[in-house]
């Protein structure tokens, strides 16, 4: 197949999608009444705000803002809400054994990632302890983050979600338990594996296969939950997180034992299913699930149906459809056919349509209540993710291109859009969440609100120094780098002030993740002063 006919079938096939699309818009695209954006809602809840993160203070400027916007103000049915409250009761403990781990891991991935970001312009230091050296501990914390913190905050937030958007009690949360168990002692074996020179020789595969069977076993047994409430739910509508979610936990699986099937994979194909799997675990498993809950928090804090429920499921399909061969881009002038990275080009700009489908979504559903974003922690946090998002899917689209890649490429560019994907949107998101779910998890509210904020701006303008200081270096390293006329060790050079612009972001990073750490235990250890508000009061361990 050569590369006129990849494109002229692109080209096809995007001309059938504008038509579909025109087609949805005729069939009321952008209704505002969709019976499924309301089914998180029980009657007469719309117009009234809720966050258990926000202070009663917050909570009141909410209400206002969104009562200007327009909204109505009937009383919410109190048999639906206390119904709600005891499948939060049934989510709790599971939910909160993987918030914990979750916790647990950001630490240890901040403090890994701070000492591999401080080697890059002070390579001499810990240089006698083997576990220590770049190779290993820079590989420590990629493994930390992606198979230990993101992943747990994104189980533990789907398992609470679960019950309440199925209107039924969390069936199997036993089974997603002992998940945990499984999963978290494979990443620790995996981890030591790693730190001792053990590894599969491949970026986001470093675990020895042997380890990532009881991953794989525990990945199962987490999703149980969802296909046992499923059976047993109430809500005859899948609200779309339902749809992310399962896609997600079914994606994920599929992935992991591919990539790591041993003895599958040999030479360039090995290289090309590991940029498959490196770039599909991002965008068909951290991203439906930080989406899945974007679309639950978002309307939730501001009482109102996202404005398109159509456009939702649009951008379902179309990133179902088109992310799957994206990852090729990251071959280009490698030993692979052309018409494979040609392919994953396409797809990569195509991977706008589902973008722009969500950013359109945001932008409806935040319009007129801008103003409400200030007062609830978990809408700052979310609405600066959903940005992100945008930011970085766009931004990929165009570093997929020939021209640009030829620059980006082998430089810090690339780590720097990598964490505007995992962190900037995936990692802002689940904080904004845990900060919603933690009080209904406790009955509980956050003791020290100011911590909040201290939590916010750190992570925020650590992330900014982080990601301009990585952008602007790895362009430079880029120019050097394609430049015959330079030396090689120009576009090393070059770098050393924006690496030590990266190591000051990432301390900023680790002291707001440290905050937020402590801000957590005080929570769960229920320390510190104790503030009632917008806590449904009542204890979700009793039996």
Same mark, same amino acid.
């Given at each position: ?37 309301? *089914? ?11 966050? @258990? ?18 909204? &109505? ?19 709790? %403990? ?24 401080? %080697? ?6 810990? *240089? ?38 199925? %209107? ?31 590894? &599969? ?70 290289? *090309? ?14 991203? @439906? ?17 996202? =404005? ?28 692979? @056919? ?8 396409? =797809? ?78 995936? *990692? ?48 430079? =390293?880029?120019?050097?780098?394609? &430049? ?45 002063? %104790? ?8 204890? @979700?361990?009793?039996?």
């Amino acid at each position: 197949m050569d590369t006129v006919t990849i494109l002229l079938s692109s080209f096809i096939l995007s001309v059938t999608g504008l038509f579909f699309f025109i087609w949805s818009l005729r069939r009321n695209l952008f209704e505002r009444n969709a019976k499924g954006a309301r *089914t998180i809602f029980a009657a007469g809840e719309i117009g009234h705000v809720e966050d @258990p993160g926000a202070t009663r203070a917050g909570i009141s400027a909410l209400q206002r803002v969104v009562a200007h916007g327009g909204a &109505d103000n009937t009383q919410p049915d109190q048999g639906a809400l206390r119904a709600r409250l005891e499948a939060d009761r049934s989510s709790a %403990k599971p939910a909160f054994i993987f918030l914990c781990c979750a916790v647990v891991w950001l630490v240890l991935a901040s403090f890994a990632g701070l000492t591999s970001s401080l %080697k890059l312009h002070n390579p001499d230091w810990l *240089t006698n302890t083997p576990w220590l050296t770049f190779g290993r501990i820079r590989t420590l914390h990629l493994n930390v983050v992606a198979y230990g913190w993101a992943p747990m905050a994104s189980f533990g937030i789907a398992i609470w979600m679960l019950p309440r958007l199925l %209107k039924t009690k969390l069936v199997g949360g036993r089974y997603a338990m002992l998940g945990a168990v499984l999963w978290n002692a494979a990443l620790i074996a995996g981890l030591v594996c790693i730190g001792n020179g053990i590894n &599969d020789g491949m970026e986001w595969l470093e675990i020895p296969w042997q380890l990532g069977l009881f991953m794989v076993a525990g990945g199962a047994m987490i999703g149980l939950p969802l296909i046992l409430t499923l059976h047993r739910r109430t809500e005859k509508h899948l609200y779309v997180s339902i749809w992310y979610m399962g896609a997600a936990l079914f994606w994920f699986p599929i992935l992991f034992v591919v990539a790591k099937f041993p003895g599958l994979h040999f030479g360039v194909e090995q290289a *090309t299913m590991n940029w498959w799997f490196g770039h599909n675990v991002l965008g068909l498993f951290y991203t @439906p699930m930080a989406l899945a809950t974007t679309y639950y928090f978002l309307p939730k804090v501001l009482g109102r149906p996202i =404005q398109s429920y159509n456009l939702s499921l649009l951008g379902f399909w179309a990133l179902a459809f088109f992310y799957g061969q994206v990852g090729g881009h990251h071959l280009i002038g490698g030993p692979v @056919p052309e018409w494979m990275v040609t392919l994953s080009i396409v =797809q990569s700009v195509m991977m706008i349509v589902p973008v722009l489908a969500f950013t359109t979504n945001q932008f409806l559903t935040l319009r007129g209540v801008l103003a409400a974003i200030p007062h609830s922690p978990t809408l700052r946090f979310i609405a600066l993710g959903g940005l992100m998002y945008t930011l970085s899917s766009i931004q990929g689209s165009f570093e997929a291109l020939r021209s640009i890649n030829t620059i980006t490429h082998f430089t810090h560019f690339t780590v720097a859009h990598a964490h505007l994907g995992l962190y900037g949107f995936v *990692t802002m998101v689940m904080f904004g969440a845990i900060y919603f779910v933690m009080p209904r998890i406790m009955a509980w509210e956050w003791p020290y609100p100011r911590l909040i904020e201290w939590h916010f701006w750190l992570v925020v303008v650590g992330f900014a120094v982080y990601f301009v200081g990585l952008t602007i270096g790895g362009v430079l =390293q880029g120019l050097a780098m394609v &430049d015959a006329t330079r030396p090689f060790m120009d576009s090393v050079t070059v770098t050393l002030p924006y690496l030590e612009a990266r190591s000051v972001g990432g301390a900023l990073m680790t002291a707001g993740h440290l905050v937020f750490a402590f801000h957590f235990a005080a929570m769960a250890l229920r320390y510190g002063p %104790k503030r009632t508000g917008s806590v449904i009061l009542g204890n @979700p361990f009793a039996a």
